[in-house]
Antibody
Framework: EVQLVESGGGLVKPGGSLRLSCAASGFTFSSYYMNWVRQAPGKGLEWVSSISSRSDDINYADSVKGRFTISRDNAKNSLYLEMNSLRAEDTAVYFC?????????????????????WGQGTTVTVSS | QTVVTQEPSFSVSPGGTVTITCGLSSGSVSTRSYPSWYQQTPGQAPRTLIYSTNIRSSGVPDRFSGSILGNKAALTITGAQADDESHYYCVLYLGSGTWVFGGGTKVTVL
C-alpha cells in the first residue's frame, strides 16, 4: 500500500525550531518529487516547499523562505522539513505529498505535476 | 505575487450540477498550468480528484470532470450527491518547482 506518514509536530514557542518527518512506503520514494503543504486552522491549503528526487531542485514559498529547509534521505525513504524562527502564523497542519511530474507512455512523456498521494498530516502549534 | 481565485461557496441540490472555477489574478489559466483539483472534508487529508486539467484520479466517480472554461480551469460535479459536500481546492503549477493553491470552495448539497 502506498503510504505517507508525517511525524514531529507539536507545540513550540515563537522563535523556536521543529523538524518534521514524512516516512514513505509502498513506492519507489527515490523516483519522486515531494512537497510539503500546510493548512492553518480554518484556512485553505498552502504549498510550502518542494524537493526533486535527487535533491538538486529545491523551492520554497515566500512565506517560509530563509526559515524552513526541506531535505530527504532516499536510503531511509524519508522527507524532512526543518522549521526555524517559527511564528504564530506557521501554526498549521503540515502534509507531505508525493508529486507525479510525468509518466512515460507510448513513446513520450506526459506531464502532470500532480500531488497524487497525501499523508494524514502533523500539527504544529506556535504559541507562547 | 500570484493569486489563484475560486468562488468561496456554492449550494447545489441533490442531483444538480455545480461548476467551480479557478482563475489567476493576472493572466489566464491554460493546460500548461496543469490544473489539478482536490476534495477535502474537515479533519481529513486532501483527496486528488482531477489532474492535468481533465484526468480523473483512480476511483473518482465520473460525475466529476475538469476542463478549461474561457481563461479559467473548472471542476464540474454533475448529479451531485450528499457525500460531495466538501471543500474543493484547485492547484496550479507555476513552473520551476512551485505550485499555488486557490482559496478553496465550500460546496453544500441541500
Amino acid at each position: 500500500e502506498v503510504q505517507l506518514v508525517e511525524s514531529g509536530g507539536g507545540l513550540v514557542k515563537p522563535g523556536g525550531s521543529l523538524r518534521l518527518s514524512c516516512a514513505a512506503s509502498g513506492f519507489t520514494f527515490s523516483s519522486y518529487y515531494m512537497n510539503w503543504v500546510r493548512q492553518a486552522p480554518g484556512k485553505g491549503l498552502e504549498w510550502v516547499s518542494s524537493i526533486s528526487s535527487r535533491s538538486d531542485d529545491i523551492n520554497y514559498a515566500d512565506s517560509v523562505k530563509g526559515r524552513f529547509t526541506i531535505s530527504r534521505d532516499n536510503a531511509k525513504n524519508s522527507l524532512y522539513l526543518e522549521m526555524n524562527s517559527l511564528r504564530a502564523e506557521d501554526t498549521a497542519v503540515y502534509f507531505c505529498a508525493r508529486v507525479e511530474i510525468s509518466r512515460y507512455s507510448s513513446g513520450w512523456y506526459n506531464y502532470y505535476f500532480v500531488m497524487d498521494v497525501w499523508g494524514q498530516g502533523t500539527t504544529v502549534t506556535v504559541s507562547s | 505575487q500570484t493569486v489563484v481565485t475560486q468562488e468561496p461557496s456554492f449550494s447545489v441540490s441533490p442531483g444538480g450540477t455545480v461548476t467551480i472555477t479557478c482563475g489567476l489574478s493576472s493572466g489566464s489559466v491554460s493546460t500548461r498550468s496543469y490544473p489539478s483539483w482536490y476534495q477535502q472534508t474537515p479533519g481529513q487529508a486532501p483527496r486528488t480528484l482531477i489532474y492535468s486539467t481533465n484526468i480523473r484520479s483512480s476511483g473518482v466517480p465520473d460525475r466529476f470532470s475538469g476542463s478549461i472554461l474561457g481563461n479559467k480551469a473548472a471542476l464540474t460535479i454533475t448529479g451531485a450527491q450528499a457525500d460531495d459536500e466538501s471543500h474543493y481546492y484547485c492547484v496550479l503549477y507555476l513552473g520551476s518547482g512551485t505550485w499555488v493553491f486557490g482559496g478553496g470552495t465550500k460546496v453544500t448539497v441541500l
